[in-house]
């Protein structure tokens, strides 16, 4: 002990050290959520509307429902890399429907019609079943209702549609009112890289 | 026409006659006994379903069949492996350069039919492995419409492929040298006479008078139609995993048909009920 500092000084010290670094911790950890390190995110293999080996199972609403924006910020996407592009897709047909004189099931999937269909290329008239169909969803329609997703998933398609929150809609509650709902809990704060 | 269901065998386990992760060929030789191939390995029952021998493969195998010398044509990735009888390599047919993996087989003194699910059409050969033409790529969009990611297909007796192309809910017919010569089958999610969901039927094979058996994905299915398209029965529509697909099927001398779950990894077995008979 030099004689520059007395006991008391060198524990004064020392507490205030130790409180710095705890500030500095919070503020670091504050900093990372404000910069988005963190996310909320869905676990598309706990979701049980894209669980594969889970269908054909109640599709499960939460996402569109509980959220606080009046049209939810989880939207459906497909990977179109993974669509098998199908005449007719099961997440666009309700494909227990009648089929209607144009051969093709009666009623859609989506309920806010928020699915589009597009050949892709010219279609022959006389069999157009022979051709590629592009589904594009509009995500200004869809409220992540997740009826599509089911429909798509393993083994009746092939799982290309998703559910997704979009963070630029996503207000980032500290508590989520969708992950508080979430059965499954699916829905978490995790870093965007982990998805 | 009518079927019930029989016995089942194999199943998901470490036993010897069971498989532990996959299930996805069978075939039958002229005396009924069962070839089926998985977890890269061919298995032979009797048709009591009773494991007879077995054999591991160079490749994991996709597909699987018996020719009428009793050689074992096992489909991999970009090769055919070829055993006698007994599980002695015979051959290996490898074609890296224009084979994918191959789904279905068939083999005749005509040549040796490949369905090769990567090009989305079947390659034809000669028995010398000379390749000779494809069948299915004048097809506009370029091949069979497969989601499910197999093509599966048989000969009849005339010599006539016998293809599902599920994507477009049909059965298509071809000459061994590609000329395309019809189709029949539509979309019906409703009529069982009709191929329900985005891509039906998966697997398909023909019994001794020409009938098409197919099998369905999403809910599984097994269905016999005429050779013209008639539906003529629906053989089970419940008994398998309801996630299972891409259900490879056979139909022995008897005309019992052989179906493996790919999920229970079990094959099952349905037999045709006489009329008058008591169960």
Redesign the interface.
């Known amino acids: 002990m030099s004689d520059k500092y007395t006991r008391r000084e060198v524990l004064g010290h020392a507490a205030r050290g130790a409180a710095l670094v705890g500030l500095v911790g919070t503020a670091g950890v504050l900093a990372l959520k404000a910069n988005k390190t963190y996310a909320w995110q869905i676990d598309v293999e706990k979701c049980v509307n894209s669980k594969?080996?889970a269908?054909?199972v109640e599709v499960c609403e939460l996402c569109a429902t509980d959220c606080v924006l009046t049209l939810s910020a989880v939207r459906a996407v497909n990977e179109f890399s993974d669509c098998?592009?199908?005449?007719?897709?099961?997440a666009y047909y309700k494909?227990?429907?009648?089929?209607g004189p144009d051969?093709?099931?009666s009623e859609k999937v989506c309920p806010r019609d928020a699915i589009k269909r597009e050949a892709i290329g010219w279609v022959?008239p006389d069999d157009p079943?022979?051709?590629?169909y592009e589904y594009i969803i509009d995500e200004k329609k869809c409220n992540g209702c997740g009826r599509c997703i089911m429909e798509c998933k393993?083994?009746?398609?092939?799982s290309s549609i998703k559910l997704e929150v979009r963070h630029n809609v996503c207000l980032d509650c500290n508590r989520c009112s969708i992950a508080q709902a979430c059965p499954e809990e699916a829905y978490d704060r995790r870093e965007p890289s982990a998805t | 026409m009518e079927y019930r269901p029989a016995i089942r065998f194999g199943g998901k386990g470490t036993d010897a006659s069971q498989f532990r992760e996959t299930l996805r060929g069978i075939a039958i030789d002229e005396a009924d006994r069962i070839y089926v191939v998985g977890d890269s390995k061919v298995k032979v029952f009797d048709a009591q379903g009773e494991l007879l021998r077995r054999w591991k493969t160079g490749d994991e195998g996709h597909s699987i069949a018996v020719d009428v010398d009793g050689n074992v044509w096992v489909g991999q990735w970009q090769q055919v492996e070829v055993f006698d009888a007994d599980g002695r390599p015979v051959e290996t047919l490898a074609d890296p350069d224009r084979l994918g993996l191959i789904t279905a087989i068939a083999v005749s003194k005509d040549g040796v039919l490949l369905a090769d699910a990567s090009a989305r059409w079947i390659r034809r050969y000669d028995r010398e492995g000379n390749f000779l033409n494809n069948i299915g790529e004048q097809h506009r969009k370029g091949g069979f419409h497969i989601p499910n990611g197999i093509v599966d297909f048989d000969v009849d007796a005339q010599g006539i492929v016998h293809v599902a192309n599920p994507g477009m809910h049909r059965v298509e017919q071809y000459k061994a040298d590609g000329e395309y010569l019809g189709y029949w089958g539509k979309f019906d999610g409703q009529d069982p006479a009709g191929f329900p969901g985005c891509c039906n039927p998966t697997n398909l094979t023909l019994d001794a008078e020409g009938h098409v058996i197919v099998t369905e994905k999403a809910t599984p299915r097994v269905k016999v139609y005429s050779p013209e398209g008639e539906l003529l029965t629906v053989v089970a529509d419940e008994g398998f995993d309801p996630q299972a697909k891409n259900l490879d099927l056979a139909v022995d001398s008897k005309g019992n048909i052989y179906v493996v779950d790919t999920v229970t990894l079990e094959v099952q077995v349905f037999v045709p009920v006489t009329k008058g008979a008591t169960a």
Request: some cysteine.
């Open positions: 594969v080996g269908w054909g098998g592009r199908c005449y007719i897709c099961p494909i227990t429907s009648a089929v051969g093709l099931p022959d079943a022979n051709n590629f393993e083994p009746a398609g092939l």
